[in-house]
């Protein structure tokens, strides 16, 4: 990851699939639901540890307030993003909480416009437009009755939580390198979750081995492989178009379901899929 260099937007692509693997892991891990927020980011932080001592020569340099006040806010909203979006799926359906996390390029959309006064293009609503659509199709092959308003508000919170995430990441990566910023922002995001966890009562920090496992494979591929390229996609091409991507993750989440679940996608993921493909691809392919 070099600073002399911009990186191809096309590189979203491969960090949607290790992303993808989230709900797939977190199936297979018999913890609550801040336990794996929690050691997923406080592994996620070691992992990043020796990328960052090597971009700054072996030592972590301090940062400047202002930078500081950015990667708390950031990870604050990367704690609240896991913690509401793991939570939601115990209170509401996969439905509406696939379509209320779905919501981050509307919030990023609207920050744009309002407090930074950032019209967006035609093609870019027309992108989102679609892509929501077959994000919704989606949701409706997975629908169950009995949504909580509680899930539904959590859900909401997540898709607004990685939004702000995405947001700060922009501004912050300005003048703080990415290996750098990662780390402050994944380690103040563990300690959110800790902190959290400790108030809310949780049942016990000792999980199996197993479970241990399944969590530092999850911060492999969906933190490491997975988060840390969109920062890096941020800090050069902005929220919009990485919160515009990760709209695509819902398909290959269908499609890792397939062997890893022995799931199924119904007619309706099958076509929502082929609308947001296309879609976030005509946006990257754009941008």
């Known amino acids: 990851m070099f600073k002399d260099k911009i990186p191809s937007p096309l590189f979203i692509l491969p960090a949607i699939i290790f992303t993808a693997f989230s709900s797939i892991i977190i199936k297979s891990v018999q913890a609550e639901p801040i336990l794996i927020a929690f050691y997923r980011m406080f592994f996620s932080s070691f992992l990043v540890l020796p990328f960052t001592l090597r971009e700054n020569r072996g030592k972590i340099p301090l940062l400047e307030k202002k930078e500081l006040y950015l990667c708390l806010a950031s990870g604050a909203f990367l704690a609240l993003h896991f913690a509401s979006w793991i939570a939601s799926l115990s209170h509401t359906s996969v439905a509406a909480s696939t379509i209320l996390v779905s919501m981050c390029p509307l919030f990023v959309i609207l920050y744009e416009a309002f407090f930074l006064r950032k019209r967006p293009e035609p093609k870019t609503l027309i ?34 939580a990685v939004a702000g995430y995405l947001i700060i990441g922009e501004e912050a990566q300005k003048t703080v390198k990415i290996w750098l910023y990662v780390f402050y922002v994944y380690s103040i995001a563990a300690g959110f979750l800790g902190v959290f966890s400790l108030f809310k009562g949780a049942s016990a920090f000792l999980l199996s081995g197993q479970n241990l496992a399944l969590i530092f494979l999850m911060s492999i591929l969906c933190s ?32 890792l379901a397939i062997p890893f679940l022995k799931e199924y996608p119904g007619i309706f993921t099958v076509f929502g899929g082929l609308i947001i493909l296309p879609a976030v691809g005509l946006s990257i392919r754009r941008k």
């Not at 989102?128 to 659509?133: G, I, K, Y």
């Not at 077959?134 to 859900?155: E, H, K, P, R």
């Open 224 to 255: 490491l492989l997975g988060h840390t390229i969109y920062n890096w996609m941020v800090g050069y091409h902005g929220a919009g178009i990485v919160s515009l991507a990760v709209l695509a993750e819902p398909v290959f989440a269908s499609l």
């Open 127 to 160: 992108s989102f437009a679609l892509a929501l659509t077959g994000t919704v199709l989606i949701a409706l092959d997975s629908y169950a009755a009995g949504s909580g308003i509680w899930g539904n508000f959590l859900a909401l919170t997540g898709g607004m």
